[in-house]
């Protein structure tokens, strides 16, 4: 078998099918067709099923790609085995965070990886709903990605995305008030205090709308949304003039002039900040040296221990 194809096969299911492996893989959607129908051959088993207009992975071809995983680290760890040789393994190095994310620990990261010498990182803002971020794996190196405190496990489409996880912090998530403000001057906010107040909210499926949905059921009464923004510092802006309260992440936001961060009590608010890898990719010289460092940066940010965090694992 290729491990080119096996490598195609896994994508089809991580991404969810033959176009959306196609843009990740910088093929055409024939190209990736003909690579599945050639190892389809070889294997003389169904790889793949339509679904409506759609295509994805049978059992034989879940089963196929995620031998294809094994194949990918064992292939990156035979040239890792070789890069710890090199007195100056060289590389580039794909890093994504969603934006609040970005401007926490990018900055950081830059210099500290500036001083490696051979190692060229370029970073990217990707922020998407959760369910989205462990299929940004398969086009970039280390995602930085970040889910509500607490919440299930990072899961992909399909059993072929098997990724890994490495824990960097828990940064709370404040209600923040504009100055002046009755709960302005507050040591903590209840969830009751915010009955009835306009909130400015996230679009749903992204993790912070998890926690204003805690705080709604603990105050017994649904928000009042009257705007959705993902952009954390239009929300700030929007919160300075008045126009409703919101929750915006503490180690991001916590030197603001413009608005008041006030402690949520009885409502766990928080969100955690993960990195997550290809399992093959996560065995690169270069990607692990990024990885220390940013890991490194984390730490100077939210402490040296996540609370509750696990050690880095690989989640199917």
């Known amino acids: 078998m290729d491990a080119r194809s096996l490598d195609v096969l896994r994508t089809v299911g991580s991404q969810g099918g033959i176009t959306a492996a196609a843009r990740t893989l910088h093929l055409t959607p024939s190209a990736v067709s003909q690579q599945v129908a050639v190892l389809q051959r070889e294997v003389g ?27 990918a680290v064992a292939l990156e760890r035979a040239r890792a085995a070789c890069d710890a040789f090199l007195e100056r393994p060289t590389g580039t190095v794909r890093v994504s965070s969603f934006q609040s994310g970005a401007q926490l620990l990018l900055p950081g990261l830059l ?3 500036a001083d490696l010498d051979g190692i060229t990182l370029e970073a990217v803002d990707e922020d998407v709903a959760q369910d989205d971020f462990v ?12 889910r509500p405190d607490p919440s299930a496990p990072w899961t992909s489409r399909s059993g072929a995305g098997a990724v890994r996880v490495v824990p960097l912090l828990r940064e709370p998530l ?14 903590a906010v209840l969830p009751a205090d915010l009955v009835d107040v306009p909130w400015i909210a996230v679009r749903e499926g992204f993790p912070v709308a998890t926690v204003l949905a805690a705080i709604a059921d603990r105050s017994g009464g649904a928000p009042r949304i ?3 923004i993902n952009d954390f510092h239009v929300i700030e802006a929007l919160v300075a003039a008045g126009h409703g309260v919101s929750l915006l992440p503490r180690y991001t936001f916590g030197g603001s002039t413009r608005v008041r961060l006030v402690p949520l009590a009885e409502v766990r608010a928080g969100r955690r900040v993960d990195a997550l890898l290809r399992p093959d990719r996560a065995e690169r010289v270069v990607v692990r040296r990024v990885l220390d460092e940013l890991r490194a ?8 221990h996540v609370p509750g965090a696990p050690a880095p694992h690989t989640a199917a």
């Not at 940066?297 to 040296?304: H, I, K, Q, R, S």
């Open 111 to 113: 210099t500290r990886v």
């Open 174 to 187: 404040d209600v923040a008030v504009p100055v002046g403000h009755p709960l302005a001057d507050r040591a």
């Open 135 to 146: 299929a940004l794996t398969d086009d970039i190196d280390i995602v930085v990605a970040h």
């Open 45 to 71: 088993v169904a790889l793949t099923e339509r679904v409506g207009r759609g295509l994805r992975l049978t059992a034989a071809g879940e089963a196929l790609a995620l031998a294809a995983v094994d194949v």
């Open 226 to 228: 009257v705007h959705r």
């Open 297 to 304: 940066v984390a730490a100077d940010v939210g402490g040296t």
